[in-house]
């Protein structure tokens, strides 16, 4: 069965850097895609960036990009999201998610991290 346990959440003051953690256990990922997504206070969760297992490319939404890093260490099985210059819209809470390569869709998700961006 398929785990995925983020870390690194917190409070942090705008300008400020975090790095996120997403541990992933019972399966070895290949050609499988990680992702990490937020959701803030009433609004729709939405995606923030992701990574190919095999290659290490990677893609981001434009909100984040050349602020975030995604980044994954196979021999631990986990992926990061290092995230710079914070700002107090980037305050939500942080999921880590797989997708398998033949799915459409992100089939795995972790429990979620708080991270809050304070002005």
């Known amino acids: 069965q398929v785990q995925l346990v983020e870390s690194g959440g917190g409070l942090v003051q705008a300008g400020g850097s975090l790095r996120l953690s997403c541990a992933a256990s019972g399966r070895t990922f290949s050609n499988d895609f990680m992702g990490w997504f937020r959701q803030a206070p009433g609004k729709e969760r939405e995606f923030v960036a992701h990574i190919r297992w095999s290659s290490g490319s990677t893609y981001y939404a434009d909100s984040v990009k050349d602020r975030f890093i995604i980044s994954r260490d196979n021999a631990k099985n986990t992926v990061y999201l290092q995230m710079n210059s914070l700002k107090p819209e980037d305050t939500a809470v942080y999921y880590c998610?797989?997708?398998?390569?033949?799915?459409?869709?992100?089939?795995?998700w972790g429990q979620g991290t708080q991270v809050t961006v304070s002005s």
């Open positions: 998610a797989a997708k398998l390569l033949q799915s459409n869709t992100y089939d795995y």
